[in-house]
């Protein structure tokens, strides 16, 4: 009798924290809705939650937000997920990302004025496998390496569907958020594929950020762009503005060009050096029809466009003071250009210098 006393009890307890479960767990999915929703100011909706809250284990299906930056939004639609947060931090103060997985997430940021979005998808993992150095903020999330794929990311115009990147991936290491912003010093590398369609290049970017001393050291490479990869960026880039998209081919013919970017940046100023190489180069008409730039500076075009080897530019330093609104590094770069090009072919320099001082006698 004694026996099936206790059995009856256990049982009793048993749905007694089964039920306390469920009840918690429905809170918790309402206060996620809500909090979307009040941050946002637009409906947020879950298919399915579920977890196991006291090992800090969640799985959610078919979840649609949306986020706002200012006066831009991005729409959000998470066919599927799991997030493993661990019995610490179901306990403690910091939401640590014991592991997390999730795929074919959709995003999409609408231009204004109804001219086009882009939009594309995300696959995000990540994983924890030791503990934050130093002490963090409460509710701070972290997470040990995450990573973030890029299947795809186009630009959609009202005649035109451009693909911008595929194939891509971001890694952050460690991730760490703290009120919405990155909290701990972190290393980051992308690497990603340009406009499929149009075989373009390759974006590589690697470096390290500080945010609370905003301590940024990196470098962005944009390997073997070519015209059609160089006009599909151009295009979605007239999207927002609503204005004609600027015709890459008008400047530049033929051809493929690399750049590369190193910056180190504070709070207050950034400097840094940018590479240009160039590979078969053929000028376009706005070059060689201009009535300044075409006649003067023919023979360093020719001889740029004769070279079968690659041309390099640079690097070429510049200084950027971030408390004013002039850009000094913008007049930098254009004379160190120039210098780099006399560099090219002094003797094609002197004849377009030659050619510049005649047409200018001439107008006189």
């Known amino acids: ?81 799991s997030l493993d947060l661990g019995v610490p931090s179901a306990l403690g103060r910091v939401w640590r990302l014991d592991s997390l997985q999730s795929k074919g997430i ?47 990311a186009r630009a959609v115009l009202p005649k035109v569907t451009l693909e911008l990147l595929h194939q891509g991936e971001l890694r952050v290491a460690p991730f760490s958020l703290a009120d919405g912003e990155p909290f701990l010093p972190y290393d980051f590398n992308l690497r990603a594929n340009l406009a499929e369609k149009t075989r373009g290049g390759l974006l590589l970017a690697k470096g390290h950020h500080v945010p609370l001393e905003k301590k940024l050291a990196g470098e962005a490479r944009a390997l073997g762009l070519g015209v059609p990869t160089i006009e599909s960026f151009l295009k979605a880039a007239s999207g927002p503005m609503g204005t004609a998209a600027l015709r890459a081919s008008d400047w530049i013919e033929g051809g493929s060009f690399s750049v590369l970017l190193q910056v180190d940046s504070t709070a207050l100023a950034a400097k840094g050096n940018l590479t240009l190489r160039l590979q078969k180069i053929r000028f376009g008409r706005e070059i060689k029809e201009s009535e300044l730039v075409g006649e003067a500076a023919r023979p ?65």
Not at 41 to 65: D, H, I, M, N, Q
Not at 311 to 329: I, K
């Open 1 to 81: 009798m004694r026996r099936k006393t206790l059995w009856i009890l256990l049982l009793v307890f048993a749905l007694a924290l089964v039920g306390a479960h469920q009840y918690t767990l429905a809170r918790v999915r309402v206060a996620v809705i809500d909090t979307l929703r009040s941050e946002n100011r637009y409906p947020a909706t879950v298919s399915s939650f579920s977890g196991l809250l006291p090992l800090g284990k969640l799985w959610v299906s078919e979840l649609k937000f949306r986020t706002r930056f200012g006066d831009q939004t991005v729409d959000w639609a998470i066919a599927n997920g």
């Open 106 to 152: 959709g995003w999409k940021v609408s231009f204004p004025k109804g001219v086009g979005s882009l939009e594309g998808l995300l696959d995000l993992s990540g994983r924890t496998s030791v503990d934050p150095a130093g002490k963090l903020p409460k509710e701070t999330l972290w997470c040990g390496d995450l990573r973030v794929g890029i299947p795809i």
């Open 300 to 364: 360093v075009l020719d001889a740029i466009e004769k070279r079968e080897d690659v041309v390099q530019l640079g690097p070429v330093a510049f200084e950027e003071d971030l408390s004013t609104e002039d850009m000094e590094s913008l007049r930098q770069l254009q004379r160190g250009l120039v210098a780099e090009v006399v560099k090219v072919d002094p003797g094609a320099a002197y004849k377009a210098g030659a050619n510049l001082l005649r047409g200018l006698l001439k107008k006189d």
